[in-house]
């Protein structure tokens, strides 16, 4: 069981908004920047949002990050087939670990 | 370009031992901090373990704690992970990743399996 808890799945429709959650807690999301990664089917992950919010170079502005609290979320505007992936949020804890949620399954409709 | 490839992978009977090694180019390797992240089949993903740009600094998850050892070789540009009293659940694939500060983990490689079993 993640320490960090994100929904199993989510779906949407092309062209749709869809955001995924990721809730900790005071010792890791609370005090602490949060990155997601993408991984697409048989790849390794990517980095897709860093320090909350930052996007790398190379990631569609379609893709964004918010932090509240002990809470993230990412959102994927103008929703692609390309998207369909697992997603993962991630965030140091101050019990000198760090911590992945479990992951959401993105399905494009 | 940077690249991550590691090697060492394999099976590997419960209670036995294996050494990963990570070959690092295309970045000064010394100036980063590195890290290993596992995936079980079909699972979500793992930190394993973090070693700082000198390697003065080591971390590793609790799951792993006493039974694996990461290191690094920056004249060789080389991370490695030496992982003692393998059990089943540490089945998984094993994936280097550069990571700029804590938890950002910029790029990552290809990763290698490990299976645990008799």
Redesign the interface.
Known sequence: Q?VLTQPPSASGTPGQRVTISCSGSSSNIGS??V?W?Q?LPGT????LI??NNQR?SGVPDRFSGSKSGTSASLAISGLRSEDEA?Y?C???DDS????????TKLTVL | EVQLVESGGGLVQPGGSLRLSCAASGFTFSSYEMNWVRQAPGKGLEWVSYISSSGSTIYYADSVKGRFTISRDNAKNSLYLQMNSLRAEDTAVYYCVRGVTLCYFDYWGQGTLVTVSS
């Open positions: 993640s602490n920047y990155y990664y991984q390794a992950p990517k980095l860093y320090r790398p697992d993962y991630a965030a140091w000198l670990s760090a911590l992945f949620g479990g992951g």
